[in-house]
């Protein structure tokens, strides 16, 4: 009826797990030896838990000291799994509460489960005995009733499934009498029925069968060898029944733990007492026996964390086989021998620069395998870091961040974690994890200059470098990625693109054409630098082009007319005085600065030491009075040079005619207009002239006739004719003693309409709008053809220029 009771608890125990909540934890009661995958309960439906978040949330079972890992759980369902074999006796021997720790460990947020999981002992071990035969030497004098007691035999199992009762072959002179050991361990005794009768039998065989309570029943079976001798009527006998030592671990080897002692009455080989230690199997001995003295000895490394006590059998023989018993209990004490084990359980590296502060990037559990205060641990970091450590449950830390992250200042964290137990002395241990900041795109390029300037010469070649540019990105990779362009604008009403262009990736700007410092002297551009990030960050710096001047215009003669189609004179008063004004050359430069320096010199005169010309304003001014003897026909050829290097320069005819009015040059009377006849007469005048006059205007005559040769002549005066201010280019500009045209220098000359005997008519200054309309004088070019040997192709009288200052009148 026991049996069957105990079989009915086990069927129930395999059948129904049993499931508790205390504080959030569970409890499990599983058989030991269940198959792989076997489920053990459902999780997830014991805690409530939203079964499809297991998997985001990263479930998974762990144990508190790292050791292997029984189970496992399904994220699809819930369940908690077998998932390595679990032997009972390999885990706890021959505890009585057997049972297996783990974790259930969640994330985002972090949360943890103790599960524990009872593991049921089942009859998978049969009883067995230390020797292969029990060896007794029993004297025939022994007395009816003696008792001899035999090893006992050793289950695996504990409980129901443990050693439960031994029978003895049948026989006539023993019977077996099973007796109760300290903690319920069951053995038997020999009780000798009827005596021995040495010379009758001198050894005996019996089999003594050892049973467990575990369906199937399993058993054991040793052979009893007995010898029987003389008489030894004496046992030996323990000082103490039980001997219990206490003993610190990792104590050295062959530290001395207790001495266990028997004394026998008898004498001689009745009295010699050997000790033994009574064990079934042992893979590790960690005690050693000293045979003679009884002295107990370590003989391998104690470990408080594989072991905390030890209970061991000891045994008295004498000579004769007459043995005794006693039990050595040793409690190993806990040391601060195990430093804390640092565990990351989960790292997100790299981390983006832009996470908030506050941000869980690691799970760090840490564990200590000692007990008491040697087992609690405190957790830090170094202080120079933006991170901290967050006590969360257990021995669980969450690394959190403090701050802001920047990558472009820090990149890579080395982060020291240290934990320190509270033993005395106190051990720690360090883990280092190495933590990169992930680079976002947050800077945008910046130049290193806060505006360029280029400065080229002109008439450059096209694709000349002018300057570069340089923008940093302090991001990574194509986030730091600099490409350079110019931003779309107009430079003088054409694109910028015509002008300018950047290389894309070194930033160097080239000119795209040759750039003429007279059409313009500067401009800005705009260069954008972007880098490759998604979305693209970019930044604009001004350049600002210089085109310097160089000496490629020559000097341009305004006044008088150097192209040689116009006849330009002008009249000098007889009365004029030394110094006074007589004419003015007028000529600009397209150039600037000293490019456009000019200066006037008379190269060719008639009269060399009459008249003089300003070195910088072009002002013609006698050098002396006029004299009768002076040469009523004067020419001037005048030169006007630039300072730029080399110098360029122009040339230009001046005539002037020495005489108060015009009726006093007699080759200005009654030409005719005829155009047919124009040639004519000029040549019956140079014959008049010639044979009235000496030889030099005999030379004079020759002279114009060689220049005199068009058809065609034009009028000598259509009107009144003056060099407006507007004649001047309008960018040209004025500089102080270059000979740059200015409005106060601007005269002009009328004839009053009439005979060739009217007097000329001066004018200080004139206006365009107050021009009168009556003043003119029409004469034919030939009028003064025979006056000038030297004269242009094509004569066109523009205007006169009074002979002196108006202020002299």
């Known amino acids: 009826m026991g049996c ?36 053990i309960g459902n999780i997830a439906k014991d805690l409530g838990l939203d079964l499809g978040r297991l998997s985001i949330r990263k479930a998974r079972i762990d144990t508190e000291d ?49 599960i524990s999981i009872r593991v049921q002992d089942i009859n998978d071990n049969s009883p067995q005995f230390k020797e292969e035969s029990l060896q007794f030497e029993i004297q025939e004098s022994a007395i009816k009733g003696a008792q001899f007691m035999l090893d006992e035999a050793h289950d695996g199992d504990i409980g129901e499934n443990a050693v439960q009762d031994y029978s003895l072959q049948q026989n006539d002179h023993f019977q077996l009498n099973v007796k109760i050991k300290g903690a319920g361990r069951k053995y038997g005794e020999l009780i000798l029925k009827k005596e021995l009768d040495r010379e009758d039998k001198k050894e005996l065989m019996l089999l003594l069968t050892a049973f467990d309570g575990g369906s199937p029943q399993r058993s054991g079976t040793v052979v009893i060898h007995i010898t029987v001798l003389d008489a030894n009527d004496n046992v030996p006998v323990f000082s103490q029944a039980v001997y219990k030592a206490s003993l610190p671990e990792n104590s050295p080897l062959d530290t001395l733990v207790i001495k266990v002692c028997a004394t026998d009455a008898d004498d001689g080989i009745h009295g010699e007492i050997t000790y033994g230690l009574d064990h079934v199997s042992d893979e590790k001995q960690v005690f050693s026996l000293n045979s003679k003295t009884g002295e107990v000895k370590v003989s391998e490394t104690i470990d408080y964390e594989k072991e905390s006590s030890y209970e061991m059998q000891i045994s008295a023989k004498d000579g004769l086989g007459l043995a005794s018993y006693t039990t050595v209990l040793i409690e190993i004490s806990d040391m601060n021998d195990n430093a804390p084990v640092i565990f990351m359980k989960s790292f997100t590296n790299p981390i983006p620069e832009n996470v908030s502060p506050g941000t869980e990037v690691g799970i760090v559990n840490v564990q200590d395998r000692d007990s008491a205060a040697n087992r609690q641990v405190r957790c830090s970091i170094q202080q120079n870091v933006p991170f901290k450590l967050v006590s969360s449950i257990k021995n669980y830390y969450s690394l959190v961040t403090t701050g802001q992250l920047d990558r472009e200042l820090e990149s890579d964290y080395n982060i020291t974690i240290t934990a320190t137990d509270e033993g005395s002395p106190p051990l720690s241990s360090s883990k280092t994890v190495q933590l990169s900041v992930a680079d976002i795109n947050d800077n945008p390029p910046v130049f290193e200059e806060q505006s360029y300037s280029a400065y080229v010469t002109e008439n450059n070649k096209a694709g000349s470098t002018l300057c570069s540019v340089t923008a940093r990105d302090p991001d990574w990779r194509q986030n730091g990625t600099v490409i350079y362009s110019l931003l779309p604008g107009d430079v003088n009403g054409a694109p910028v693109s015509s002008y300018l262009s950047v290389n894309g990736d070194t930033g160097v700007v080239h000119a795209v054409r040759s750039f003429d410092y007279e059409q313009f002297r500067s401009f800005k551009v705009h260069v954008m630098a972007r880098d490759n990030g998604s979305p693209p960050l970019s930044s604009n710096v001004t350049v600002s082009v210089f085109v310097s001047d160089v000496n490629d215009n ?7 007319n150097p192209e040689g189609n116009s006849f330009m004179t002008e009249l000098v008063p007889k ?22 320096w000019l200066s006037y010199h008379i190269v060719k ?24 003897s002076d040469s009523m026909k004067q020419n001037l050829i005048v030169s006007v040079k630039d300072n730029g290097q080399p110098s360029l320069s122009a040339t230009c005819s001046m005539y002037l005619l020495i005489s108060d009015n015009l009726a006093e040059v007699p080759e200005l009377k009654d030409i005719s207009y005829d155009e047919k006849n124009s040639k004519l007469t000029s040549y019956l005048i140079i014959a008049l002239v010639s044979v009235s006059t000496f030889f030099v205007t005999f030379i004079i005559i020759i002279l114009g006739v ?101 202020a002299e009148r």
């Open 706 to 806: 060689r220049f005199c040769r068009r058809r065609k002549p034009r009028l000598l005066f259509d009107g009144a004719v003056a060099i407006p201010s507007a004649y001047l280019p309008p960018n040209y500009a004025d500089v102080d003693g270059t000979g740059i045209l200015r409005s106060t220098y601007n005269y002009d000359a009328y004839l009053t309409t009439g005979s060739r005997t009217s007097d000329f008519k001066f004018v200080s200054s004139y206006n365009d709008n107050t021009l009168p309309a009556d003043q003119t004088l029409r004469k034919s070019p030939s009028d003064f053809a025979e006056v000038f040997g030297d004269c242009d192709d094509s004569p066109q009288f523009h205007r006169f220029e009074p002979l002196w200052d108006p």
């Open 575 to 596: 009365a004029a005085h030394g110094g006074s004004l007589v004419s003015k050359v007028i000529a600009v430069d397209a150039d600037s600065g000293q490019n456009a």
């Open 554 to 560: 020559s000097p341009q003669i305004l006044y008088p």
């Open 605 to 628: 005169s008639t009269d060399p030491g009459l008249f003089t010309i300003g070195l910088h304003s072009g002002e013609i001014r006698t050098q002396r009075d006029i004299s009768e």
């Open 4 to 39: 069957r009771k105990r079989a009915l608890l086990f069927g129930l125990a395999f059948i129904f797990l049993g499931i508790d909540h205390v504080n959030g934890d569970l409890s499990y009661s599983i058989p030991e030896e269940m198959k792989r995958g076997s489920v």
């Open 66 to 114: 790292n050791s292997a890992k029984y189970c496992g759980i399904n994220l699809n369902t819930g369940d908690l799994i077998v998932q390595e074999r679990i032997d009972r006796e390999g885990l706890c021997a021959k505890k009585a509460a057997c049972v297996l720790k783990q974790e259930l460990v969640l994330e985002n947020p972090l949360e943890l489960h103790r």
